[in-house]
């Protein structure tokens, strides 16, 4: 057996027993596929994960940074209370239709707002709105951006508040300085923004798994 049939065999098994699929999941990852749409989202078990943290954070407001087809969005707005509320920022309209379907198809539209648009164009604009601060944050967009969505992460949260940045790994190359390629250069630079902010405590883990070799970090907001 392939080490990513192995890798493959265990998501399986922990999802099975742990994150089942259910009618408005699984019509999500048809839907986007039957719209193209890339392959990225989240594997079952890790939007269980995201659900557990939002569940242990106690979120009330979640921001998320990149929707695609609204997978990972249905995890996060199942962990919020009915008066809840999570803004997910998506650039492109298409994905942005196909996510908004699926969410409603999820029974979670009045909990989500989907805007539609370069999150560094829509950040500014959900600043200005004044909200109260974000419980939860995760960003899971263009990976060279990753330490300007996190600036951004900082000036929306709060004490306490919890950021989860997606695909730190980047199979590996995180670790090559010699790396120029955005993503590797957006992600270092998140990463070190993380472990040198006065205001941030974090840490980030490999995985493997379905989606292959990558990671998260995790940063909690201090005071």
């Keep these: 057996m392939s080490e990513s049939q192995l890798w493959d065999d265990v998501d399986a ?9 259910d009618d408005a999941l699984e019509a999500a990852l048809r839907e986007s596929d039957a719209a193209q749409l890339p392959r990225i989202n989240v ?9 557990l943290l939002a569940q242990i954070q106690g979120a009330r407001t979640i921001l998320e940074i990149g929707t695609l087809g609204g997978y990972s969005t249905i995890w996060l707005a ?11 920022l998506e650039y492109s309209a298409r994905h942005a239709e196909v996510a908004t379907r699926n969410i409603a198809r999820a029974g979670l539209d009045a909990l989500v707002d ?14 200005d709105e004044n909200p109260p601060p974000f419980d939860l944050v995760f960003i ?25 940045l997606d695909n730190v790994v980047r199979g590996g190359r995180v670790a090559d300085a010699e790396d120029t390629a ?24 490999q995985t493997v798994g ?3 070799y990558d990671g998260f970090a995790l940063a909690r ?3």
């Design 114 to 127: 989907v805007r539609v648009g370069p999150a560094l164009e829509s950040l500014p604009k959900l600043a």
């Design 78 to 88: 199942r962990a919020l209370p009915a008066d809840g509320r999570l803004v997910t």
């Design 182 to 205: 955005d993503d590797v250069r957006g992600t270092r630079a998140a990463i070190e923004l993380i472990g040198s902010h006065p205001r941030l405590s974090g840490t980030a883990v």
């Design 210 to 212: 379905s989606k292959g």
């Design 43 to 51: 594997a079952a078990n890790q939007g269980k994960l995201l659900q």
């Design 13 to 21: 098994y922990f999802t099975t027993h742990l994150a089942p699929a």
């Design 140 to 164: 899971d967009a263009d990976k060279g951006n990753n330490p300007h969505y996190l600036e951004w992460a900082l000036s929306l949260t709060s004490t306490g508040s919890l950021i989860v």
């Design 221 to 223: 907001v201090l005071a």
